[in-house]
């Protein structure tokens, strides 16, 4: 009996070095996929046209993107004027390493939540996503393309016949607003 006991506490503690041997010995860190949400950190200014039905006309907003602690996340908040009314909206972007592709999970003041999975191909981002909307399927397509460090164009579209035609609903342009030199102060005698 004490010889079992004795040989269940040597696995035992066996198992326990072993887990802690592969144990991480620090936080994880960052991919170089989730480094590539960099671009979009900082205050941004959209002005553009919507052409959705019932819903066209100039569209504008003010974003702010920045680090969330931990930096796998970017969070967004942003003011927003549209043809049908004033709204906010609440994003997060983060990457899946199991799935590839990044995330996008928005919560607006109008009550609606939007889930997108998204892929980056050189300068150019492709969000899609799947929703009932009227009891209808629909499937969406975001493309931002950067044409700048400062600079980077938004078109959204949507498609009622599964992706196989595709209707642009809107199309803005996004400017990062640099924040203004401090004043130098005047020199005096």
């Keep these: 009996m004490k010889r079992t006991i004795g040989l269940v506490a040597i696995c035992v503690l066996l198992l326990a070095v072993s887990i802690q041997a592969r144990a991480p010995q620090e936080p994880p860190k960052p991919g170089p996929e989730v480094k590539r949400l960099a671009y979009f950190v900082g205050d941004w200014k959209e002005e553009g046209k919507s052409t959705a039905?019932?819903?066209a006309g100039p569209v504008s907003s003010t974003q702010k993107w920045e680090w969330v602690s931990g930096g796998f996340f970017i969070v967004g908040h942003s003011n927003n004027k549209s043809p049908v009314g004033d709204f906010t909206i609440m994003s997060v972007v983060?990457?899946?390493p199991e799935t590839k592709m990044y995330t996008y999970n928005a919560f607006d003041s109008w009550g609606e939540l939007v889930t997108a999975k998204g892929s980056v191909s050189g300068d150019t981002w492709t969000w899609t996503t799947e929703m009932m909307m009227g009891g209808k399927s629909m499937k969406t397509r975001l493309t931002e393309k950067?044409?700048?460090n400062t600079q980077y164009t938004f078109k959204y579209e949507s498609s009622a016949d599964g992706g196989n035609t595709w209707t642009s609903d809107l199309e803005s342009?996004?400017?990062?607003?640099?924040?203004?030199?401090?004043a130098v102060p005047a020199k005096t005698n």
């Design 94 to 96: 983060g990457y899946d």
């Design 173 to 182: 342009t996004f400017t990062k607003v640099t924040a203004a030199a401090p």
């Design 53 to 55: 039905h019932g819903m």
């Design 146 to 148: 950067e044409v700048s």
